[in-house]
């Protein structure tokens, strides 16, 4: 079988996948799979090029994922009304000043003579330039906050419309993966594994206690959508009676609809980005970066920057996970800081990434869906499995409500297993890299 | 101004907790030095272990428990711990035997190990919650307190009470013990010597006819010890949660990596240092400094550096300027 072959026939699986449970448990589910599949395609798009083309270790995504999330806020939600008045322009004013403070440090650090006075200055910029932020800043917070704390309480954002969001989101990633990327490259591969870890935590715990800006655990609701609302749909003469010419009721029609709607936009977006990481990795640059990626010291030695190279497809691909966050929160249609969790939106994508194929972009594309579907699938097979082992076993014993309470436990377990099989025996992935 | 209170305050808010947490971090720092020297790669399954170990210590806990066994004053859990580190043991050589070992053979790259480990982090976090769920345990019985705050404030008529939980002295105790142990076995013994020359350098050790099976076995069962102690000391001080315990990943690392990976007195030291640095950081100064400061100087907030929140942020903060400054951490480890 040619790999042409073979990559159609896998493709052509996951098609059956997905129009199998369609059918079975119907296309709500099936399209709801589908959207967040595409999304998660993205993500593993994005990995892969860290790690498929340059050998990057980053388990940082969640956070990348998250400065998305925030981006749609940013972005879309309305500004609210007197918020910026109240506390906007200190709190602004602080963040300069914050930076300043770090700028000031690393000039200190590079412009002084080494020695026991550059220490101490560095040390006394650093904490003079903290406590004059703190003082700007937390009055401003106060007043922010102090504004309608039940509804708002936050600044709000631009009330653009929220596909510019999703490019935002991917320059907000960026930024942050430059200022990873400078710190941590180049130090060596677990080192940089444990920075992106940190940054991801910290990412997250800014998302969840700086209320200004995100409305922490009280979450961002009712973010603008791009599609049309369902309740929009159900009133349209026009929409209703092509829904009964489809035979469908208006209701499930709508749902249909919009999440239709949303698999297509999506589907642009990844077309989109796998056209242009397909030509990065046949141009010369995916070359030179396959290169680095085998042999560092031979690609130095042949005139390659290889932190710099390094640094660009860290901060490429880190964007691609920023986009796909912003795209992931605009679908949910709200910001929910505390549901970002390592396991699922750092530990899955390196799943799919391994299981499609590290270095072949239709890999991650392919893993990316397939795991998805997988994990959602996952519950209600281990219920089934759960329900056939148990039911032998007496009503109410405390063995068989164990187990089936726990079934729910089952998908981590599956993932971890079937990254341990893949890596031990198809460690090259389901469509290898050619 | 009130010097003597100022001290008991300081002492129960910041320097007992955080030398207990420093105790705890610097046993799991420990765990990951060890397999980082022996092994060499991140072991990112490291909290799931700690979990694991800690999950088969409650279960054997309750069996006691069922069965009317208890140690009195301490908790029932420290009768439980070799019964968890048996079991853990067990369940880490069996990981080895079936992951580990097919990747050391093939001479594999250090980060396919790590992603290696990320497979099994996920396996036994399924399995963890798979058999205990996801809730909060609490699973320390015995006295809660050696001394309570109103007891030691009656015994020296001071305004601020100094708390001396059970729990925190079994965990300096037990910490203490194990270190001990550790660094005789690793000094005194035939095996633990073989361990640290193979730790130095591997084709050396093996020439000299060190049997690496044997030493790998060796560490997979230590690593048990340690991972299940800190794991236990951890869950008795607040409470078991499966989740918590991945989460105390970052800060172990950090631990390890700021007293340089692959250096057990490292990893101790980056434990306290860590563990220091988070607490007095995101601790509220306020009411030592009311004590402290004559009252003009008195402060009005709660001078509280970063929320309580951002406690990775710190141990972040210190893994970075480390790196930056001293790659190779404050003791020399194995690096680069």
New interface residues.
């Given amino acids: 079988m040619t790999p042409v072959m073979r990559n159609t026939a896998l493709f052509g699986l996951m098609a059956a996948l997905l129009i199998g449970t369609g059918m079975v448990q119907g296309w709500n589910l099936a399209l709801t799979i589908l959207n967040m599949g595409l999304i998660s395609a993205i993500l593993a798009l994005g990995v892969n090029l860290q790690w498929g083309f340059a ?1 990057l ?1 980053n ?1 940082g995504i969640m956070g990348f994922i998250a400065l998305g999330g925030l981006a749609t806020v940013l972005v879309s939600m309305p500004a609210t009304e007197g918020a910026f008045a109240a506390g906007g322009v200190r709190i602004i004013l602080a963040l300069i000043l914050g930076a300043a403070t770090i700028v000031g440090a690393v000039l200190v650090q590079t412009r002084m003579a080494k020695g026991r006075l550059r220490a101490l200055s560095t040390v006394a910029v650093l904490i003079v330039g ?1 406590f004059v932020f703190r003082a700007v800043f ?1 009055p401003g917070v106060e007043a922010i906050e102090a504004i309608n704390p039940a509804s708002t309480g936050y600044l709000g954002g631009l009330g653009l419309p929220v596909l510019i969001a999703w490019p935002v989101g991917g320059l907000l990633a960026a930024g942050a993966a430059w200022i990873i990327g400078k ?2 490259l180049g ?5 940089l ?3 992106t ?3 991801a ?2 990412i997250l ?1 800014v998302l ?2 700086e209320d200004w800006l995100t409305r922490g655990v009280k979450n961002v609701v009712g973010i603008p959508r791009p599609v049309p609302y369902e309740v929009d749909l159900q009133q349209d003469v026009g929409f209703i009676e092509r829904a009964a010419g489809l035979g469908l009721d208006p209701v499930n029609a709508s749902t249909l609809y919009v999440k239709f709607a949303y698999g297509v936009l999506f589907l642009i977006v990844l077309l989109l980005l796998l056209w242009l990481v397909q030509k990065a990795l046949h141009s010369p640059w995916g070359r030179m970066m396959r290169a680095i990626r085998d042999n560092e010291v031979a690609a130095e030695a042949m005139g390659k920057d290889v932190k710099g190279r390094h640094l660009q497809i860290f901060i490429l691909g880190s964007a691609i996970c920023g986009l796909a966050g912003a795209m992931m929160t605009t679908l949910d249609g709200q910001l929910t800081p505390t549901s970002y ?3 699922r939106f750092t ?1 899955l994508i ?2 799919m990434v ?1 299981v499609g194929g590290s270095g072949n972009n239709f890999g991650a594309v392919l893993g990316g869906m397939l795991i998805w579907w997988l994990w959602v699938m996952v519950e209600p097979i281990g219920l089934w499995l759960m329900g056939v082992i148990t039911s032998g076993m007496a009503d109410g014993s405390w063995l068989k409500d164990h187990l089936i ?2 079934a729910a ?9 079937i ?2 099989l893949m ?2 025996f198809s ?1 090259r992935g389901l469509i290898p890299e050619r | 101004m009130d010097l003597i209170n100022a001290i008991v305050a300081f002492a129960n808010f910041v320097f007992v907790p955080a030398l207990a947490y420093g105790a705890q971090l610097s046993l799991g720092a420990l765990g990951v030095t060890l397999i980082y020297g022996i092994l060499r ?2 072991n990112f399954a490291h909290g799931d272990t700690m979990a694991f170990g800690t999950m088969a210590t409650i279960l054997v806990t309750w069996g006691f428990q069922a069965m009317g066994i208890s140690l009195g004053v301490l908790p029932t859990a420290l009768v439980a711990l070799p019964f968890g580190i048996a079991i853990t043991g067990l369940m880490l050589l069996g990981t080895d035997k079936v ?1 580990y070992k ?1 990747y050391r053979k093939q001479k594999a790259a ?3 190990l ?3 480990s ?10 963890v ?3 205990i ?2 809730d909060d345990i609490d699973f320390a019985d015995g006295e809660r307190f050696l001394i309570s705050a109103r007891t030691f404030k009656a015994m020296t008529g001071l305004d601020e009470g100094l708390a001396i939980r059970t729990t925190t002295v079994i965990t300096l105790v037990t910490a203490a013990i194990a270190v001990a142990l550790l660094f005789w076995f690793l000094n005194k013994t035939r095996t633990g010597k073989s361990m640290r020359a193979f730790s130095d350098n591997e084709d050396l050790a093996l020439l000299s006819g060190i049997n690496p099976e044997r030493v790998v076995m060796v560490t997979w069962l230590i690593v048990a010890a340690l991972a299940t102690t800190a794991g236990v000391l951890y869950g008795l001080d607040k409470s078991f949660k499966a ?1 918590v315990y ?2 105390l ?2 800060p172990i ?2 631990s390890a ?1 700021v007293g340089g990976l692959g250096n057990p007195l490292g990893a101790i030291a980056g434990g306290f240092v860590i563990a220091f640095s988070e607490v007095m950081v995101t601790y509220a100064w306020k009411k030592v400094l009311v004590y402290a400061m004559p009252g003009p100087l008195e402060p009005d ?1 709660l001078v509280q ?1 970063l ?1 309580t ?2 406690k ?2 710190v ?2 903060a210190i ?2 300027i480390v ?2 400054f001293k ?1 190779t951490g404050l003791f020399k480890g194995q ?2």
């Fill in positions: 050998g270790f388990i903290f937390d710190t941590a130090l060596r591969s677990d080192y594994a444990i920075a870890l940190g940054i935590e910290i715990a969840k206690n969790q390592p396991l530990f390196w799943v391994i309470e726990s436990q089952m998908r981590l377990l599956t993932m971890g297993v990254l341990l890596l031990r460690p | 790669f991140s992951v097919f250090p980060v396919i790590v992603i290696v990320m497979g099994v982090m996920f396996v036994m976090n399924g399995i919650r798979f058999i769920g996801v989740f991945f989460q990943l970052l690392f950090a990596i907030g550096l929320s929140d951002y990775f942020a141990s972040f893994l970075i790196l930056l790659p690096s680069v």
